[in-house]
């Protein structure tokens, strides 16, 4: 025997849509109970369906609690003792405009009548805004106990009265119609529900994604059942990203709307590194390496300190992998951000050193008050100490919490290139002497003051870290 249509249909939906069957089954008998309603229900009936899901069949219920006589008791006699009041005064009111009481005979009375029938209006009377000090009686959901025995005998109060109600006629045109807007509304709405449940456990992981299309500066991803977003502060600015790319992205947050939930995605976030040294590092999988702060520029540069649980383990080594390969394959994902692995220490002095690699510091001064450290280091270090652009510094500050003033050898500021340019020319003018000097002695060229050793060029901070420390 061939299954009902309308059953398929609803195991269709909850299949494809994944939502429960109870929540279609719930969905279709408030369709239902609204279509009723519209043809053939009543104000003061508070109508239930029950679906059937063997045969398809439904009964219609109007379903009332019973109530003690009392309380309807007192909500008629105040609602009568209400009526009168109001009466009582509109017809004193009445009475006043026939008596002339209120002919105004100069502008400033029309004016000040004019204000107080306007407070009046915005601030009704006490009388008027007297709520009753007992709970209302609802016809739509309760009924007496008196009435509810006329239906069921024996019936007491807290007990629900289902009274089967037969619809006379097939819904109508328009009943079916709105039946049929209520079913898209909540199925739509309970598949939202599902979808933000779903990736709202998922804050803070990673999934892959594929790119869907880009919409002005977003960037729209397909992640399964949803679609996510990618705004600007997000992106990656040395990543193309074409439709059908996929590729690994961290969920930021996902937000209930209107219009359902938002899923917000990056390929930014510092802890999206964390991530995927997670997935590619066995030793950080199961608890023995620990990744313990990570500080990136993104596109371009981070740096993690990592740390041993067990001491027969490297910690860098575990990260970086033979030949790299481990490592390596975060670059990829990231597309080509270069990686610095430290080693983590709870000595600060020697965590911000390692911080600073391949840089080698001479000596460390820490200010506990501003959190501050001043790091001295040689003069062939300082452009590597603070890197291009001052990134191998600021990404040290960020891993380590500290502020770090970086000075070369003895205290001396840092040179620019343009200083050391200029003086290492006046230096070699000085000790090349000219192919024609005359016999007079020229007066020596004015060379500013300059310690006696000359600072090498400024190291590539592209290259990798020095001894302890693993850099790509």
Known sequence: MAENPIIEAMK????????????????????????????????????????????????????????????????????????????????????????????????????????????????????????PAFERFD??????VADAQTLQPGAKVSDVIRTELFPPAAYGRMAAQTAKQVIIQQLREAEREIVFKEFKDKEGEMINATVQRQEGRLIMFDIGH???????????????????????????????????????????????????????????????????????EAGFRSKIAVTSLQPNIDPIGSCVGQRGSRVQTVINELGGEKIDIIEWSDDSIAFIGNALSPAKVISMTLDDETHTAKVEVK????????????????????????????????????????????????????????????DTEAPAAETPETPASTPAAEPDPEKPAGEGTQSS
């Not at 510092?270 to 990744?291: D, S």
Request: avoid cysteine.
């Open 12 to 131: 269709q939906i909850a299949e494809e849509k994944r939502i429960p069957m109870e929540s279609v089954i719930h969905t279709v008998e408030a369709a239902l109970a609204v279509a009723y309603r519209k043809d053939f229900g009543d104000k003061d009936q508070n109508i239930k369906v029950d679906f059937s899901l063997e045969d398809g069949s439904s009964r219609v219920f109007d379903v009332k609690t019973v109530v003690d006589d009392e309380k309807k008791a007192q909500t008629e006699a105040y609602d009568a003792e209400r009526k009168s009041r109001l009466e009582a005064e509109e017809a004193e009111r009445a009475a006043k405009v026939a008596a002339g009481e209120t002919v105004v005979r100069t502008e400033q009375e029309a004016q000040a009548m004019k204000q107080e029938e306007a407070q009046e209006a915005t601030q009704p009377s006490p009388e008027a805004a007297e709520e």
């Open 226 to 296: 949803a679609m996510a977003i990618m705004p600007p502060s997000e992106q990656l600015p040395t990543e193309q990203y074409r439709a059908g790319a996929r590729i690994k992205v961290y969920i930021v947050s996902v937000n209930s709307t209107t219009k359902g939930p938002e899923i917000i995605v990056s390929r930014t976030h510092p802890e999206m590194v964390r991530k995927l040294f997670a997935f590619e590092v066995p030793e950080i999988q199961n608890g023995t390496v620990e990744i313990k702060a990570v500080a990136r």
């Open 379 to 438: 003069e062939d270090q300082l452009s590597l100490a603070i890197g291009k652009s001052g990134q191998n510094v600021r990404l040290a500050a960020k891993l380590t919490g500290w502020r770090i003033d970086i000075v070369g050898e003895g205290g001396a500021p840092r040179r620019s290139k343009e200083e050391a340019a200029a003086e290492a020319e006046a230096k070699a003018a000085a000790a090349t002497p000219a192919a024609d000097a005359p």
């Open 139 to 144: 016809p739509k959901t309760e009924i007496t």
